[in-house]
């Protein structure tokens, strides 16, 4: 369980950039109440926080909307925009699982643009900003302690990812389909489930680890 020292210091590090795989229950539609933060006061919190695996975007699309439900932390991930977000299926996906609670980020900090391929670019034309978020990203998981799996959302942040972290088998890293993909919630969850769960029988096919159960 993650102790309350280190969980005030990556919200005070990373709060305003990264979240946790929590959400608040669905209400009467589909889209419903995935920016309602209530869950931040929960007392037991800290017992439902899972640093096992780190769920990885590429980079922030955009901006948080104001309304009812804001605050200053942990709101990456957690859209009320109803005409564009898709957190909902990442909700849905990974509700009464393992992998609920996990801790999500992006790899690419500051940098909003809901173009993955003008993010690409960018870090092509930009090395040096791609090591140096790269280097932080590896100084945010640290934070968490042991050795989380990394679990890619979407082609580019895997293959950047496997890249650049791969190497020595210094992380296990598994790629799944992003959340924004045109897929409905189910067979996304189904998908999603389905390949980690593949991926979790190959490590242990290969004697290399067994990925925790919490």
Same mark, same amino acid.
Request: charged share 30%; proline share 2%.
């Given at each position: 369980?993650?102790?309350?020292?280190?969980?005030?210091?990556?919200?005070?590090?990373?709060?305003?950039?990264?979240?946790?795989?929590? %959400? +608040?229950?669905?209400?009467?539609?589909?889209?419903? #109440?995935?920016?309602?933060? /209530?869950?931040?006061?929960?007392? $037991?919190? !800290?017992?439902?926080?899972?640093?096992?695996?780190?769920?990885?975007?590429?980079?922030?699309?955009?901006?948080?909307?104001?309304?009812?439900?804001?605050?200053?932390?942990?709101?990456?991930?957690?859209?009320?925009?109803?005409?564009?977000?898709?957190?909902?299926?990442?909700?849905?996906?990974?509700?009464?699982?393992?992998? %609920? +609670?996990?801790?999500?980020?992006?790899?690419?900090? #500051?940098?909003?643009?809901? /173009?993955?391929?003008?993010?690409? $670019?960018? !870090?092509?034309?930009?090395?040096?900003?791609?090591?140096?978020?790269?280097?932080?990203?590896?100084?945010?998981?640290?934070?968490?302690?042991?050795?989380?799996?990394?679990?890619?959302?979407?082609?580019?942040?895997?293959?950047?990812?496997?890249?650049?972290?791969?190497?020595?088998?210094?992380?296990?890293?598994?790629?799944?389909?992003?959340?924004?993909?045109?897929?409905?919630?189910?067979?996304?969850?189904?998908?999603?489930?389905?390949?980690?769960?593949?991926?979790?029988?190959?490590?242990?096919?290969?004697?290399?680890?067994?990925?925790?159960?919490?």
């Amino acid at each position: 369980m993650l102790d309350r020292k280190t969980y005030n210091l990556i919200k005070k590090k990373y709060g305003k950039v990264a979240s946790w795989a929590v %959400w +608040g229950e669905v209400g009467d539609t589909v889209k419903s #109440n995935t920016d309602n933060m /209530d869950w931040i006061k929960d007392g $037991n919190l !800290l017992r439902t926080l899972n640093t096992s695996f780190v769920f990885v975007g590429l980079n922030f699309s955009g901006t948080h909307e104001e309304g009812p439900h804001r605050c200053k932390v942990w709101r990456n991930f957690h859209s009320g925009d109803n005409r564009r977000q898709n957190d909902f299926k990442l909700r849905f996906a990974l509700l009464k699982t393992r992998y %609920w +609670g996990s801790y999500i980020t992006d790899l690419i900090k #500051n940098h909003p643009d809901v /173009d993955s391929d003008r993010v690409m $670019n960018y !870090l092509r034309e930009n090395p040096k900003e791609l090591e140096k978020n790269i280097s932080s990203f590896e100084k945010e998981i640290a934070l968490l302690g042991g050795n989380p799996v990394l679990v890619a959302l979407g082609v580019d942040v895997y293959k950047l990812l496997k890249d650049h972290l791969w190497h020595g088998r210094k992380y296990e890293i598994v790629k799944v389909t992003h959340y924004a993909a045109r897929i409905g919630k189910e067979k996304y969850r189904k998908e999603t489930l389905g390949l980690l769960t593949t991926f979790h029988r190959k490590l242990m096919r290969n004697n290399r680890r067994e990925l925790p159960t919490n």
